[in-house]
């Protein structure tokens, strides 16, 4: 066993920054930080051309496949993969591939949506708490305390129960879920801008408190606004597929890989591609968003490495 | 330390206050009438008013929190509305199989979490490191639910090794654990590893070196003891995640626990057993995070000043 000075460099599958790159990174912009990011970072690069493949994919499905997601052929039932169907068939003779495409268009979308309504709703609270402190301060950092106690998943199955199941009561419970820790971060970071000087400048000259707010600590949150966006992603997709797995998210005839999954282990013992085929693409989604989001992280604070 | 212990207690009792509350609100706020939930559409309208004043639901909200609460506090969690038990019972019932499970898949993460992280540290940058530290992050992007039903065909189905479901011995414990504790396994390698390497830059390890000591014993006996301060608290933290994960685990592999019974109370609008499933396994988590809390305080004496 030995340690050895690169053995103690930060972390592995990432680059070793140099000490003239952390330097360098002061003075640069968040959009010359990513360049200079996925340049060193070739495993965040190609996660980001992924995503990116996937996304588009799934925007241009219906101009490029012939075949219907929801209309069946009772002719090829369990059709094995073959070049005309790239996945198979289901149990009502689908097209597995292309109902993965479109499977592939509601995780987007509670990857996306809920993510960015829970990161709007934090950024603001976090923002006010951080900012004004006392007893605004206090009230939603209990309430924050309070969401952050329960499990995500179940209390994201408490307010879809709530509001009834479906794509919509999805969105709203993930929302609910995920804007306490968005919060957190964000008041943290407001605390220590509050007492920089040039806050402490603007304040002086008389700039009211809603203008500092957004002109000069919003911006200055930036970087971690899209760290906290790419690694809350994964996770909002994670939530939608078990709880549509557990039969309380999305709903027939709209297609979920979670749903999907559920649908299919059924036939698990004899069929096994069906219920493979939309874990593997909630695996890769969520691995690349993953990878992504480390990376960026990074770049955006190597000293704030795990 | 017997003032840090109190303070920290008093901290939790409202957040669970909190949780209570709004899982209370939540839960009450459901559509539809609980009287036409549990006795079916069928039934009579003057049968309906009895049973509203039998159940007293004509009381303000809040004194119906505060009867449930106190109810609560008695082990008296309300009856459940479709299987017509006390669901106080449901969940003495239920939760030693959620333990039982949580536990196995503790040691899970333990057993191969620690080694791996100490592994990685010590080989930082190798193969091994990267090839564990990605085997941790496919833990953590992997769906639970759709790992567990890979296992169940390769290993129960195809080879046979291991029975599908069930929860008689041991032996139908293993595929659940592992499913469950993977994620949390590639949580504690990787703040193992990160500790480990932060901890092996201090003066000390140095000195430790300096006075000829074996690299191996530098490392179990100095760096390891201070590096393992975070991981342990982590571990009681993970009673989150883990709850979390049992919700998926336990309908897949059919444990009757507290997850598989908040599914079900799901499916069935079984209102009563699902607060009593959630507001208790929420309560496990936040006595997880106060045992964490303490926990840290009582290892390193330098949190205890604040």
């Given at each position: 066993?030995?340690?050895?000075?690169?053995?103690?460099?930060?972390?592995?599958?990432?680059?070793?920054?140099?000490?003239?790159?952390?330097?360098?990174?002061?003075?640069?912009?968040?959009?010359?930080?990513?360049?200079?990011?996925?340049?060193?970072?070739?495993?965040?690069?190609?996660?980001?051309?992924?995503?990116?493949?996937?996304?588009?994919?799934?925007?241009?499905?219906?101009?490029?496949?012939?075949?219907?997601?929801?209309?069946?052929?009772?002719?090829?039932?369990?059709?094995?993969?073959?070049?005309?169907?790239?996945?198979?068939?289901?149990?009502?003779?689908?097209?597995?591939?292309?109902?993965?495409?479109?499977?592939?268009?509601?995780?987007?979308?509670?990857?996306?949506?809920?993510?960015?309504?829970?990161?709007?709703?934090?950024?603001?609270?976090?923002?006010?708490?951080?900012?004004?402190?006392?007893?605004?301060?206090?009230?939603?950092?209990?309430?924050?305390?309070?969401?952050?106690?329960?499990?995500?998943?179940?209390?994201?199955?408490?307010?879809?129960?709530?509001?009834?199941?479906?794509?919509?009561?999805?969105?709203?419970?993930?929302?609910?879920?995920?804007?306490?820790?968005?919060?957190?971060?964000?008041?943290?970071?407001?605390?220590?801008?509050?007492?920089?000087?040039?806050?402490?400048?603007?304040?002086?000259?008389?700039?009211?408190?809603?203008?500092?707010?957004?002109?000069?600590?919003?911006?200055?949150?930036?970087?971690?606004?899209?760290?906290?966006?790419?690694?809350?992603?994964?996770?909002?997709?994670?939530?939608?597929?078990?709880?549509?797995?557990?039969?309380?998210?999305?709903?027939?005839?709209?297609?979920?890989?979670?749903?999907?999954?559920?649908?299919?282990?059924?036939?698990?013992?004899?069929?096994?591609?069906?219920?493979?085929?939309?874990?593997?693409?909630?695996?890769?989604?969520?691995?690349?968003?993953?990878?992504?989001?480390?990376?960026?992280?990074?770049?955006?604070?190597?000293?704030?490495?795990? | 330390?017997?003032?840090?212990?109190?303070?920290?207690?008093?901290?939790?009792?409202?957040?669970?206050?909190?949780?209570?509350?709004?899982?209370?609100?939540?839960?009450?706020?459901?559509?539809?009438?609980?009287?036409?939930?549990?006795?079916?559409?069928?039934?009579?309208?003057?049968?309906?008013?009895?049973?509203?004043?039998?159940?007293?639901?004509?009381?303000?909200?809040?004194?119906?929190?505060?009867?449930?609460?106190?109810?609560?506090?008695?082990?008296?969690?309300?009856?459940?509305?479709?299987?017509?038990?006390?669901?106080?019972?449901?969940?003495?019932?239920?939760?030693?199989?959620?333990?039982?499970?949580?536990?196995?898949?503790?040691?899970?993460?333990?057993?191969?979490?620690?080694?791996?992280?100490l592994f990685s540290a010590v080989k930082s940058n190798t193969l091994i490191d990267r090839a564990f530290m990605g085997f941790s992050l496919l833990g953590v992007s992997l769906p639970v639910f759709w790992a567990g039903l890979?296992?169940?065909?390769?290993?129960?189905?195809?080879?046979?090794?291991?029975?599908?479901?069930?929860?008689?011995?041991?032996?139908?414990?293993?595929?659940?654990?592992?499913?469950?504790?993977?994620?949390?396994?590639?949580?504690?390698?990787?703040?193992?590893?990160s500790n480990l390497l932060e901890i092996m830059k201090n003066d000390f390890i140095r000195t430790a070196r300096a006075k000829g000591l074996k690299e191996s014993a530098v490392v179990t006996g100095h760096a390891l003891k201070?590096?393992?301060?975070?991981?342990?608290?982590?571990?009681?933290?993970?009673?989150?995640?883990?709850?979390?994960?049992?919700?998926?685990?336990?309908?897949?592999?059919?444990?009757?626990?507290?997850?598989?019974?908040?599914?079900?109370?799901?499916?069935?609008?079984?209102?009563?057993?699902?607060?009593?499933?959630?507001?208790?396994?929420?309560?496990?988590?936040?006595?997880?995070?106060?045992?964490?809390?303490?926990?840290?305080?009582?290892?390193d004496p330098r949190i205890r000043v604040e």
């Amino acid at each position: 066993m030995s340690f050895t000075e690169e053995g103690l460099s930060p972390a592995a599958g990432v680059p070793n920054f140099e000490e003239d790159d952390i330097e360098r990174l002061d003075d640069e912009s968040v959009f010359a930080r990513f360049l200079w990011m996925f340049r060193k970072n070739k495993l965040a690069a190609f996660s980001l051309l992924v995503i990116c493949v996937i996304m588009l994919a799934a925007l241009t499905v219906p101009l490029y496949t012939p075949y219907d997601p929801n209309k069946p052929s009772l002719g090829e039932r369990f059709a094995p993969p073959s070049p005309a169907h790239w996945a198979g068939c289901d149990d009502l003779g689908r097209d597995q591939f292309v109902r993965l495409i479109y499977g592939a268009r509601i995780s987007i979308m509670i990857g996306l949506l809920p993510t960015t309504l829970s990161m709007i709703i934090g950024t603001a609270l976090g923002l006010v708490a951080g900012y004004f402190g006392g007893s605004a301060d206090f009230w939603i950092m209990r309430l924050a305390d309070i969401v952050l106690a329960f499990p995500s998943l179940l209390l994201a199955m408490v307010v879809s129960y709530t509001l009834g199941g479906g794509i919509m009561s999805i969105f709203v419970a993930l929302s609910v879920v995920s804007w306490a820790g968005t919060a957190r971060v964000i008041r943290a970071q407001t605390m220590s801008l509050r007492e920089k000087e040039f806050v402490e400048a603007a304040r002086s000259i008389g700039v009211r408190p809603c203008v500092i707010i957004f002109r000069h600590i919003l911006p200055n949150c930036v970087p971690n606004l899209i760290v906290l966006f790419t690694l809350n992603i994964p996770g909002a997709i994670m939530n939608e597929s078990s709880l549509s797995f557990l039969g309380v998210g999305a709903a027939p005839p709209s297609t979920s890989w979670g749903l999907m999954i559920f649908r299919y282990k059924t036939y698990l013992m004899s069929y096994p591609w069906l219920a493979i085929a939309p874990g593997l693409a909630i695996l890769v989604f969520v691995l690349a968003f993953n990878f992504l989001g480390d990376g960026i992280r990074d770049a955006m604070d190597p000293y704030m490495k795990d | 330390m017997g003032r840090f212990i109190v303070n920290r207690i008093l901290i939790s009792v409202p957040v669970l206050i909190g949780v209570a509350l709004i899982l209370f609100l939540l839960l009450n706020v459901v559509p539809g009438d609980p009287v036409t939930v549990m006795m079916g559409e069928h039934i009579k309208p003057n049968l309906i008013e009895v049973f509203r004043e039998r159940m007293r639901l004509d009381d303000p909200v809040l004194v119906r929190f505060a009867r449930y609460i106190a109810g609560a506090l008695r082990g008296d969690f309300g009856i459940s509305y479709k299987l017509n038990r006390e669901v106080g019972g449901l969940i003495a019932q239920s939760f030693p199989h959620t333990i039982k499970l949580s536990v196995y898949a503790a040691l899970v993460a333990w057993l191969i979490g620690i080694p791996a992280g100490l592994f990685s540290a010590v080989k930082s940058n190798t193969l091994i490191d990267r090839a564990f530290m990605g085997f941790s992050l496919l833990g953590v992007s992997l769906p639970v639910f759709w790992a567990g039903l890979l296992m169940q065909y390769l290993f129960a189905y195809k080879l046979r090794w291991l029975p599908v479901n069930g929860y008689y011995s041991l032996k139908y414990f293993i595929m659940p654990a592992i499913v469950l504790g993977w994620g949390s396994a590639g949580t504690v390698a990787r703040l193992t590893r990160s500790n480990l390497l932060e901890i092996m830059k201090n003066d000390f390890i140095r000195t430790a070196r300096a006075k000829g000591l074996k690299e191996s014993a530098v490392v179990t006996g100095h760096a390891l003891k201070n590096a393992m301060l975070p991981v342990v608290t982590i571990m009681a933290m993970q009673v989150a995640s883990l709850l979390g994960g049992a919700v998926m685990t336990e309908s897949i592999f059919g444990i009757p626990g507290l997850g598989l019974i908040a599914v079900r109370a799901i499916s069935m609008r079984d209102m009563p057993l699902l607060q009593g499933t959630i507001l208790f396994s929420t309560a496990l988590v936040i006595a997880g995070n106060l045992i964490a809390d303490l926990l840290y305080g009582f290892l390193d004496p330098r949190i205890r000043v604040e």
